[in-house]
């Protein structure tokens, strides 16, 4: 996870789909060419109105060489398959990618991914399958979606000629929506009221979750996994809607 | 690509029983965990639902409870919960609640299984209660000390030297001077078919100076005549740490060993102290050399020093306490000798007691004098008291100067009523056992644990037998003390760095005498009162208790393994503070527990408690 503030990234394709995401995946499947994003939607979703103790979910997290996914490329993703009982730690993958685009010094001290160890990692087509299978018919979640859509998106179609995107639960987002409802007023801003953070490691403190080593892709797709055990605790049930969560 | 589980793995390193697993084997573990959070107030783990992985605390805090909704246990970060359930049938045991936000890692049960079997540290820290398993590891952690777990026969090198008891001096010298020996076993004559072979006493060179030639007898004396007859004797099969305490207890420098009733060696003194690097018969052997009470004062500290080195040798308690009880019990004597000296020889004969944790043989650094005088029954007051009197204050005031302190519930010979003629003390005995209540035996408990230490031990002897014969029949008795022993109960365990009570209330210290080896004494003594067991220290009670067969079978075993990790915690934590200086005493602060230590002591009260309601129940208190 790489975060440094939301108006660095651009707000693309997020709004494209509303959320019948189970429409979307009939649809992509009858019109893709790709063979593999046909399987990826043949797969399905689960309609929007599955609780969410019955969704399968997957948590990512993406290393990237910097924030505009047109220029930028994926150097780590991290993945782990849980539910609302358990986060399978012990099924977690983790792939280092040898991106297309240079890395820069300044990435590299954020994720500490070096030039030479991504020098013999391979290209995310090589992966591919494997990935898309791990991801077919669950639902991802991410802290802060503006990095992995966008660049998921842009890395698939820079391979094989078409886009593709899938359902995303953003625990930022679910923070945002307790903490950004309002806007700071003058008042606030008079007494240099400062907004609550809503990164990754705030968020999981209000949730009494234990502090991680950031920018590793593993640790912080676990870490976005356990913060949304813990917003489904504190804050939904077990019995809340899919379509309430995800977008 | 290798995934690594960095956070995961780095917790585990910082917590055992992980952080001593080799770091191949802890890798894989790693790797094994899943994770769930649960938020303050929901249940984790439900009674008898089927258990698929140990619970570790990642972060947050979780209570335990036992079925009937007792709490039983609470834990925060890096404890564990679930090893219960795991070991026996893969079932919930002890269900269990999130007391805080709590992130939960999964150890697989298969990985929990196999780090079991293959790891013994990793064993004898999860399991609770299997006695077997914490027997071998006891029996493993004896292998590294000689003295505890080699048997006397291994000491002995050559065959012993003896003489037929119709020999004279003359040729006994002889053939020592022969065989270079210092002492000889005189064996029973041919004569009598019966006894052939068999040791009718010893003699050395001492008693040879002292008992031949000091008083001009002539060389052709027979040997019987100088021998010290029927001596005490030791079985090839018992332990080193037996002979050393028998040769504590009575000042000896050699003891014959027997196999099946015939001689087959001797242990000299210097035998055991290549083995007993800690010379406490060296520190009992100085005692009886002291001139006056400050020469004997002065040995003080070499007697903490004794003490510090045994337990840094990995001594057992029961070996500590006997040989601190040698210790304390050799200083009295002495003390008796001088005050004898100084006062001249008593008008009527006495017994002078040891009560309590002496008389147990379970004596520590850190102990009151308890102590009493029985007198012949010829005593009259005005004609001999004033002479009791004073010498009882001069062991009373000998004793406080090295460092035994006053009994501060009086219980002392200096106290006329603990100096009294053995029909009196009789009689205090018949009313405490025959019309007891739990007030008036609140404060004679300790009269239940009796040795004589010095002149007509023999009295002591007859008190002890008093106790044994009549007891045992007296439910009312036995009741009542029982309810005295119910007075003081273990805590519940650790939480954090807090002593946590049977409530859930906190404490920030352990008097681990009051709730700890108190509480089990007092529960032994009444055991062994019931079933009329003569012993007085605690673990010679429970083998009694055990061949009675009284109790729940492996409940005795399991009393006695918890009453060694209770009473080791209390000697650890004074040699401790003699080592940084500091005056021992009973106050033990988690902080300063490791989590091993905690972990077995928590498991020790418990089974303390369980012993308690037993007791309660059993008497009918």
């Given at each position: 996870m790489l975060y440094l503030?939301?108006?660095?990234?651009?707000?693309?394709?997020?709004?494209?789909?509303?959320?019948?995401?189970?429409?979307?995946?009939?649809?992509?499947?009858?019109?893709?060419?790709?063979?593999?994003?046909?399987?990826?939607?043949?797969?399905?979703?689960?309609?929007?109105?599955?609780?969410?103790?019955?969704?399968?979910?997957?948590?990512?997290?993406?290393?990237?060489?910097?924030?505009?996914?047109?220029?930028?490329?994926?150097?780590?993703?991290?993945?782990?398959?849980?539910?609302?009982?358990?986060?399978?730690?012990?099924?977690?993958?983790?792939?280092?990618?040898?991106?297309?685009?240079?890395?820069?010094?300044?990435?590299?001290?954020?994720?500490?991914?070096?030039?030479?160890?991504?020098?013999?990692?391979?290209?995310?087509?090589?992966?591919?399958?494997?990935?898309?299978?791990?991801?077919?018919?669950?639902?991802?979640?991410?802290?802060?979606?503006?990095?992995?859509?966008?660049?998921?998106?842009?890395?698939?179609?820079?391979?094989?000629?078409?886009?593709?995107?899938?359902p995303l639960i953003d625990t930022l987002e679910l923070e945002a929506r307790l903490h950004r409802a309002k806007p700071l007023n003058w008042w606030d801003k008079v007494r240099r009221r400062q907004h609550v953070s809503i990164r990754l490691d705030a968020s999981r403190n209000r949730y009494n979750l234990p502090p991680y080593q950031p920018h590793h892709a593993v640790t912080d797709a676990i870490a976005s996994a356990e913060l949304l055990q813990a917003q489904i605790a504190h804050r939904f049930s077990p019995d809340t809607p899919v379509s309430e969560l995800w977008c | 690509m290798e995934i690594e589980q960095i956070e995961i793995l780095a917790f585990l390193q910082r917590h055992s029983p992980f952080q001593e697993l080799p770091a191949e084997q802890l890798h894989q573990v790693a790797l094994s965990i899943d994770i769930g959070y649960f938020k303050a107030g929901t249940t984790i783990l439900r009674f008898n639902d089927p258990l698929h992985a140990?619970?570790?605390?990642?972060?947050?805090?979780?209570?335990?409870?036992?079925?009937?909704?007792?709490?039983?246990?609470?834990?925060?970060?890096?404890?564990?919960?679930?090893?219960?359930?795991?070991?026996?049938?893969?079932?919930?045991?002890?269900?269990?609640?999130?007391?805080?936000?709590?992130?939960?890692?999964?150890?697989?049960?298969?990985?929990?299984?196999?780090?079991?079997?293959?790891?013994?540290?990793?064993?004898?820290?999860?399991?609770?209660?299997?006695?077997?398993?914490?027997k071998t590891t006891k029996a493993a952690r004896q292998a590294q000390s000689n003295l505890l777990s080699s048997t006397v026969s291994s000491l002995l090198n050559r065959e012993p030297v003896s003489i037929g008891s119709n020999a004279t001096v003359w040729q006994a010298a002889e053939l020592m001077t022969e065989q270079n020996v210092s002492s000889l076993l005189i064996l029973h004559h041919a004569s009598e078919p019966a006894l052939n072979g068999t040791l009718a006493g010893i003699i050395t060179d001492k008693d040879i100076r002292a008992r031949l030639v000091a008083p001009g007898l002539k060389s052709e004396t027979p040997v019987i005549d100088i021998m010290s007859p029927d001596p005490i004797t030791i079985d090839q099969q018992q332990y080193i740490f037996e002979a050393m305490t028998l040769m504590l207890r009575y000042n000896l420098h050699h003891l014959p060993v027997l196999k099946q009733r015939h001689p087959v060696g001797v242990i000299a003194i210097s035998d055991i102290i290549r083995y007993e690097s800690q010379?406490?018969?060296?520190?009992?052997?100085?005692?009886?050399?002291?001139?006056?009470?400050?020469?004997?004062?002065?040995?003080?500290?070499?007697?903490?020093?004794?003490?510090?080195?045994?337990?840094?040798?990995?001594?057992?308690?029961?070996?500590?306490?006997?040989?601190?009880a040698a210790i304390g019990r050799s200083v009295k004597q002495r003390l008796l000798e001088l005050a004898e000296t100084a006062l001249g020889p008593p008008p009527v004969p006495y017994c002078f007691l040891a009560l309590g944790s002496m008389a147990r043989d379970e004596q520590l650094i850190l102990t009151d004098q308890d102590n009493a005088l029985i007198l012949d029954n010829r005593f009259e007051p005005a004609l001999h008291d004033s002479y009791f009197q004073q010498l009882a204050q001069f062991v009373s005031d000998g004793l406080a100067a090295c460092g035994y302190t006053y009994c501060t519930g009086k219980i002392m010979a200096t106290n006329p009523e603990w100096r009294q003629p053995l029909t009196v003390w009789q009689q205090y005995f018949r009313s405490w056992i025959e019309q007891p209540t739990a007030e008036r035996l609140l404060h004679s408990s300790i009269f239940f644990d009796i040795d004589g230490v010095w002149g007509q031990t023999q009295w002591a002897e007859q008190l002890q037998q008093l106790v044994s014969s009549t007891a045992r029949r007296k439910p009312l008795f036995l009741a009542s003390m029982t309810r005295n022993a119910l007075s003081r109960t273990p805590p519940l365990g650790f939480f954090k760095d807090f002593v946590m009570e049977q409530d859930g209330k906190h404490n920030n210290s352990l008097n681990i005498k009051r709730r700890g080896t108190a509480p089990f004494v007092d529960l032994i003594r009444i055991h062994a009162l019931a079933i009329g067991s003569e012993a007085s220290n605690s673990f010679n009670r429970l083998k009694d208790i055990t061949d009675a067969a009284v109790l729940p079978k492996g409940r005795a075993e399991d009393l006695r393994d918890a009453f060694e990790v209770i009473a080791m915690t209390r000697i650890r934590h004074q040699a401790a503070a003699l080592q940084q200086g500091l005056e021992p005493d009973n106050n033990v602060l988690p902080e300063q527990l490791s989590e091993f230590e905690r972990k077995h002591l928590k498991e020790a009260f418990q089974v303390l408690s369980n012993a308690q309601k037993f007791l309660k129940f059993h008497f009918k208190a």
């Open positions: 503030g939301p108006q660095k990234a651009k707000k693309t394709e997020d709004n494209a789909i509303s959320t019948n995401w189970q429409q979307y995946y009939l649809q992509q499947a009858a019109q893709l060419k790709q063979p593999l994003l046909q399987q990826f939607y043949a797969k399905g979703m689960l309609a929007g109105h599955t609780p969410i103790s019955q969704v399968p979910l997957v948590a990512i997290d993406f290393e990237t060489t910097g924030f505009n996914p047109t220029d930028n490329g994926i150097v780590s993703i991290g993945l782990v398959p849980f539910n609302l009982q358990y986060i399978a730690s012990s099924k977690a993958r983790q792939w280092l990618l040898k991106p297309r685009f240079q890395l820069s010094d300044a990435s590299v001290t954020v994720h500490r991914i070096t030039h030479s160890e991504i020098s013999n990692a391979p290209d995310l087509n090589s992966i591919l399958p494997e990935l898309l299978a791990l991801l077919a018919g669950k639902v991802a979640v991410v802290h802060y979606r503006q990095i992995e859509r966008p660049f998921f998106n842009a890395a698939i179609t820079a391979r094989l000629g078409e886009g593709m995107l899938f | 140990l619970h570790l605390i990642r972060s947050g805090a979780v209570e335990t409870f036992r079925r009937n909704g007792d709490l039983y246990n609470r834990l925060s970060e890096g404890g564990i919960f679930g090893e219960q359930g795991l070991l026996r049938g893969a079932k919930v045991r002890f269900p269990a609640t999130a007391l805080e936000d709590t992130l939960i890692y999964f150890i697989p049960g298969e990985v929990f299984q196999q780090l079991f079997d293959d790891n013994e540290f990793f064993a004898d820290y999860v399991e609770v209660g299997d006695s077997e398993r914490r010379h406490s018969l060296f520190v009992v052997s100085r005692i009886f050399r002291q001139q006056t009470v400050a020469e004997l004062q002065a040995l003080t500290t070499d007697v903490q020093a004794c003490f510090v080195r045994m337990v840094n040798e990995d001594a057992n308690s029961q070996m500590i306490g006997s040989a601190m």
